[in-house]
């Protein structure tokens, strides 16, 4: 826009040369009212460069509204998505019987995916471990000591000698 009222005054001042020989043909009178046009002339051009600066604040204005209301628009599909991701996740994890503090380890993008993690989750956590010792199996009572003698022990044990 500067640009047309750029151009639009280079033109305006070879004119105003010409009209310059012409203005001195002309009576006082001429050379008032051609001055005054000149004036009302310049005063548009800067009125008109104000009004499209206004304009183009306005815009930006106008602009960068838009762009808020679609940076809010994408963060409400954002957290849509991590809502309906964590509703998944939670109706996969009710449904398999995943205890609540390892909900959490259920990950994928499909409820299929989320099934499949808890499937495997619940195998892992239902699977047989490693089985306890039972103390009714093995040997049994004391063993004696590495230096110790076996038949004196036991011949004590025999008589009560303690």
Same mark, same amino acid.
């Given at each position: 826009m500067s640009e047309a009222v750029t151009e639009s005054t280079t033109e305006a001042a070879a004119p105003a040369?010409?009209?310059v020989t012409e203005s001195q043909e002309l009576g006082d009178g001429g050379k008032k009212a051609l001055q005054a046009e000149r004036d009302?002339?310049?005063a548009a051009?800067?009125?008109a460069a104000e009004y499209a600066a206004k304009l183009k604040e306005i815009e930006d204005a106008s602009?960068?509204?838009l762009e808020r209301t679609k940076k809010m628009a994408e963060e409400s599909a954002a957290e849509l998505a991590r809502l309906r991701s964590e509703n998944v996740r939670n109706k996969v994890a009710i449904d398999k019987g995943v205890p609540a503090d390892l909900v959490e380890f259920l990950t994928g993008d499909t409820e299929g995916d989320i099934a499949a @993690?808890? #499937?495997?989750l619940m195998a892992r956590l239902n699977a047989p471990g490693t089985p @306890?010792? #039972?103390?009714?199996?093995?040997a049994k009572g004391d063993g004696a000591a590495l230096n110790g003698d076996p038949?004196?022990?036991t011949l004590k044990n025999k008589l009560g000698l303690n």
């Open positions: 040369e010409a009209e009302a002339r310049k051009e800067r009125s602009l960068s509204e @993690k808890a #499937d495997l @306890k010792p #039972d103390p009714s199996q093995g038949l004196l022990d």
